[in-house]
T-cell receptor
């Protein structure tokens, strides 16, 4: 089954303790992206990657890191989490040719990771 | 960057009612997308619109690409409980990088059986 898998689904941590949220897709997609979802703000892009070893900042990259060493994986790293990073996080992927703009190649989202930083 | 504002922020309706929501931008968009997020899941693409004035349906859902290219509308007819969720509009950034979609603020829909 074609899917984007995020882990963990839920995570509670303390300020400053480094964490990684993993994301893996089995559709051979070139493009992958991370979003955070906050009430009233919708989905905001954190980082994206057009292909292996190619990453770029989205709209809210501060406090986050990513890496793209393999095509299928795109982990999100919080080196020193803070309470304002408490949010619902989504990983997504698509074919870079269509960029998620069409029915043939929509953005495929994972089921989300709910992060709480105390 | 560009922003997409959705209205209303939330709606609480009775089963069987029709629903209307909209999405507005301060800038022109060449493509409008509508996604739905079911509770506990990631968003899923419902409808894609590619030219001004276009009207597209997907079952009980109908979306329109506004003539000004700065807005889009989504209607749901005869709502049912499984319509519950958050609806997002989205569009590719215009005039800048084309590597990302801008998402709206979302409309939360609750349907009372």
């Amino acid at each position: 089954e074609a899917q984007v898998t995020q882990n963990p689904r839920y995570l509670i941590t303390v300020t400053g303790k480094k964490l990684t949220v993993t994301c893996s897709q089995n559709m051979n997609h070139e493009y992958m992206s991370w979003y955070r979802q906050d009430p009233g703000l919708g989905l905001r892009q954190i980082y994206y990657s057009m292909n292996v070893e190619v990453t770029d900042k989205g709209d809210v990259p501060e406090g986050y890191k990513v890496s793209r060493k393999e095509k299928r994986n795109f982990p999100l790293i919080l080196e020193s989490p803070s309470p304002n990073q408490t949010s619902l996080y989504f990983c997504a992927s698509t074919s870079s040719r269509e960029m998620g703009y069409s029915y043939n190649s929509p953005l495929h989202f994972g089921n989300g990771t709910r992060l709480t930083v105390t | 960057g560009q922003q997409l504002n959705q209205s209303p922020q939330s709606m609480f309706i009775q089963e069987g009612e029709d629903v209307s929501m909209n999405c507005t931008s301060s800038s022109i968009f060449n493509t409008w997308l509508w996604y739905k997020q079911d509770p506990g899941e990631g968003p899923v693409l419902l409808i894609a619109l590619y030219k001004a004035g276009e009207l597209t349906s997907n079952g009980r859902l109908t979306a329109q690409f506004g003539i000004t290219r700065k807005d889009s509308f989504l209607n749901i007819s005869a709502s049912i409980p499984s319509d519950v969720g958050i609806y997002f509009c989205a569009g590719p950034e215009y005039g800048g990088a084309t590597n990302k979609l801008i998402f709206g603020t979302g409309t939360l829909l609750a349907v009372q059986p």
